[in-house]
């Protein structure tokens, strides 16, 4: 079994409690068939297997073997908790659908099961990676299933899926993901698409090759390479203002941090940063998936282009985010961290909504990048940053400007706030919130 060859990383009674774990999910599945033909257990396997290339650790193989068990055989998830224990158990739950109540429409049980998995992966990520490779598998497949289903699937994969894999830094999944979605909704935009990205990339070879010309005159041993965002976002993004600047890119990749700095500064004293401009988010804890530096730059025949350096090692924690520390003992990721009180005061379509708005990066006082949703306020800031001492501002700038708390940020803002000894009365923030997160900070102050 392919499976079985690709977990030699676990130890021996590892390996014997997921052989284990593959017959029990064997004998549940016995006789089920997929849309495509294959028996349905080649799917669940297919789904571990993947997990097993990243060495997934036992219980992420497990759940992924198990997790259609309790929804579409007679296996109930008290026989996965007395069999396979409390954590495989938790994560098999989380995924399984159930059936739809009579009363509920298709939007609003999804709905209600995207929420789910939302709150279970605040407590254990391991649910959200599951379901995005069972995805991920279930969208290579789908020529098995009849044209409405395809689109409708194809449809939740970029509303649902797209924005989740970004959260958890998934790019090189995310390119997969997003092509084979845009295949079944229009392949002839797809294929254009790609043709024009082609194009592109062939202006920016007389910049790469110069680039390579310097950095191996400075004696820097550096590989450099084209890439650019996955292509439903290039489209969304070229939709939005036209040029590929941004989105079609030149990655440079080092062997040292040192060799990063030294990268960059070869590479401005041949052409200027557009505006002063480069991002360094290299030890940033907001952006734990973005390990680089940024600098945009305009040649001489007045060509922009995007440009960003990291190391070799920090380049596989780029493409593969969430998944280049998946085998190790922590939960890491502090996107979900805020989800679970959310789900306390606000309701299932405000998280949903919210979760998945396009992010931006500001920076506070001390020159840190702070993530937000795009849209938000001052007030949204303040509480994201500084949760109840926000009602102890007296003073806020943005960009050295006095700013109020209704304004709106935007990318690159530098926010300087003073937070001083004596609360404020401030009845009037809650109609500037816009994050769940302040708006939970406001509803339970007493004014």
């Known amino acids: 079994m392919e499976l079985l060859k690709n977990v030699h990383y676990l130890e021996v009674h590892e390996r014997n409690i997921l052989i284990n774990t ?35 650790d036992l219980v992420t193989l497990q759940a992924a073997v198990l997790h259609d068990v309790v929804e579409d055989t007679a296996v109930s998830i008290e026989e996965i908790d007395a069999e396979f224990g409390k954590k495989v158990s ?43 490779f069972d995805r991920l598998h279930n969208i290579q497949t789908l020529h098995g299933k009849p044209v409405s289903k395809q689109v409708t699937y194809a449809n939740e994969t970029l509303t649902f899926f797209a924005p989740l894999l970004k959260k958890l830094g998934l ?115 907001a952006a734990p998936f973005d390990p680089y530096i940024e600098t945009f730059i305009e040649t001489n025949d007045n ?24 085998n190790r003992p922590i939960n890491p990721f502090h996107f979900y961290r805020s989800i679970e009180y959310r789900l306390e005061d606000l309701n299932a379509e405000m998280i949903i909504h919210e979760c998945f708005l396009p992010m931006i990066h500001v920076y506070n006082q001390y020159g840190e990048v702070v993530v937000i949703p795009e849209g938000a306020t001052v007030v949204d800031y303040l509480f994201h940053v500084y949760g109840d001492r926000a009602f102890f501002t007296t003073n806020i700038k943005i960009n050295g400007k006095v700013a109020k708390v209704n304004k709106c940020l935007h990318a690159g803002d530098r926010i300087y706030c003073t937070i001083g000894t004596k609360p404020i009365t401030a009845p009037d923030w809650i109609h500037f919130a816009t994050t769940s997160k302040a708006l939970m900070h406001l509803e339970k102050q007493k004014f």
């Open 90 to 132: 938790y994560i098999v739950n989380a995924l399984t659908k159930g059936k739809k109540p009579l009363h509920l429409d298709r939007y609003e049980f999804m709905q209600s099961y995207y929420t789910q998995l939302l709150l279970a992966s605040s407590h254990d990520v391991r649910v959200a990676v599951i379901k995005i």
């Open 22 to 56: 593959i017959e029990f999910a064997s004998r549940a599945h016995k006789g089920q068939v997929r849309d495509t033909g294959e028996p349905f257990i080649m799917h669940p396997l297919t789904v571990a297997q993947m997990l097993a290339d990243y060495q997934a």
């Open 171 to 285: 790019r090189s999944l995310l390119h997969t993901l997003e092509e084979r979605a845009l295949f079944y909704l229009n392949q002839d935009r797809l294929k254009k698409a790609n043709e024009f990205i082609s194009q592109y990339k062939k202006q920016l070879e007389p910049i790469q090759d110069r680039l390579a010309y310097h950095l191996n005159r400075a004696q820097l041993k550096v590989s450099i390479q084209l890439d650019q965002t996955p292509v439903y976002s290039l489209l969304s993004s070229l939709q939005s203002d036209g040029v590929l600047e941004r989105e079609v890119y030149i990655r440079i990749h080092t062997h040292s941090e040192k060799e990063c700095y030294r990268a960059l500064k070869e590479i401005h004293s041949i052409w200027k940063p557009v505006n002063a401009e480069f991002t360094n988010f290299m030890h940033q804890q």
């Open 303 to 326: 060509q922009r282009s995007t440009v960003k350096i990291m190391t070799k090692k920090n380049a596989h924690r780029y493409d593969h985010g969430i998944l280049s520390i998946l």
